[in-house]
């Protein structure tokens, strides 16, 4: 094999890596690590893990793969510090802890007005109403 393509999936449940050769497409590997189960209200992952799940993954590909592709889970939220590393845990999008928060910023402005300006009404699983609960 002269090189090969990796496509990642990062889900709210594992990370996904699937290897495939470059010039015909054929799979040479495909392997997943779970995450830590989470459920709501409080559905939290250590972002590391995320990344110690996909070196893992692809730690005996890395001298093959030429390209990568990834898909990551919708709205989770990723606060990072000024040296880039995880402030916190990550609040995934199931996470409803912040229902209070997307209330009072519908109250604030109205749901028609959110909707007209950005196209989405706040709710607990978008991540304006996570950065107002912080």
Same mark, same amino acid.
Request: glycine share 6%; with cysteine; hydrophobic share 45%.
């Given at each position: ?25 054929? %799979?040479? +590997?495909? *392997? =997943?690590?779970?995450? #830590? ?6 559905? &939290?992952?250590? !972002? $590391? ?30 606060? %990072?510090? +000024?040296? *880039? =590393?995880?402030?916190? #845990? ?6 409803? &802890?912040?229902? !209070? $928060? ?33």
């Amino acid at each position: 094999m002269t090189g090969a393509v990796a496509g990642v999936d990062s889900s709210t449940q594992s990370v996904t890596v699937e290897v495939r050769d470059l010039d015909d497409g054929t %799979l040479v +590997a495909r *392997d =997943r690590l779970p995450h #830590p189960v989470t459920s709501p209200p409080r559905s &939290e992952v250590d !972002p $590391e893990k995320w990344w110690a799940a996909l070196e893992a993954l692809l730690s005996g590909h890395a001298a093959t793969v030429d390209a990568l592709s990834v898909a990551a889970q919708q709205h989770g939220m990723v606060a %990072l510090g +000024a040296d *880039d =590393r995880p402030l916190r #845990p990550a609040k995934l999008w199931n996470d409803t &802890e912040s229902a !209070p $928060e997307a209330g009072e910023l519908v109250d604030r402005l109205g749901a028609e007005d959110w909707a007209q300006r950005c196209g989405s009404v706040p709710v607990a699983a978008l991540t304006i109403s996570k950065l107002a609960w912080l």
